[in-house]
Structure formats: C-alpha cells, structure tokens
C-alpha cells in the first residue's frame, strides 16, 4: 500500500501562482512513478504532469506554466503552478503507478490516489 496526502491548494487570481505537495508513505516511494491529474465539474479526471526514474511527461496545456519535480529522500512530489488561468481550476490529485508502467494519460492504470485539494482560479 501507498498512502498520499496532498496540500498546497487553494484560491488565486488569474496570473498567479501555487504549489502542491503530494506526501507519500507505505511502500518504496523510489518503485513508483508519481503523477498529478485534475478533475473539473462535470469532466473526467485529467493527466496533469507525471514524473518517473527516466523523465517527466506534462499534458500540452500546462507546458512552460507547471513543473513537477519529486525529493526521494523525503517522499515527496511537487507541483509547481505559475502562470495560473481560470480553466486550471478543479481538484488535483496526487497518483502512484509503478515506475516500470510509464505514466499513461488513463487515471484507470494508477493504483494510488491521494483525497485531492481544490485549485480555484478566480478571473
């Protein structure tokens, strides 16, 4: 089992910034590869930015404003947000996958979820 807490979310003007901590806890953090996705009102759950032992995959939209990055000693990933506009609102949520499955863009291949923290973007 993999346990994972998100913090960091909240509400920010338009232009803006915020960061996301995902803590993980259970199993080798260092076997797994981490994500973040988003789900909007009324959307299916969303690929934000993944990161694995040999690279990091962002969806097209957030390219250039977010950046995540992870600290295996203390068993954590980030997610860096600039440049925040009103359509990134929603509720992110941290996920595990083992680091030998890539990261896929299918929240169904994740085994892990946090509970999620809201990211309101106002106009």
């Known amino acids: 089992q993999v346990q994972l807490v998100e913090s960091g979310g909240g509400l920010v003007q338009a232009g803006g910034s915020l960061r996301l901590l995902c803590v993980a806890s259970?199993?080798?953090?260092?076997?797994?590869?981490m994500a973040w996705f988003r789900q909007a009102p009324g959307k299916e759950r969303e690929f934000v930015a993944g990161i694995k032992s040999d690279g990091v995959r962002y969806t097209t939209s957030v390219k250039g404003r977010f950046t995540i990055a992870r600290d295996t000693d203390k068993n954590t990933v980030n997610l860096q947000m600039n440049s925040l506009k009103p359509e990134d609102t929603a509720v992110y949520y941290c996920a595990a996958i083992p680091d030998e499955a890539g990261l896929p863009f299918s929240a169904r291949f994740y085994d892990y979820w946090g509970q999620g923290t809201q990211v309101t973007v106002s106009p």
């Open positions: 259970g199993r080798t953090f260092s076997n797994y590869a």
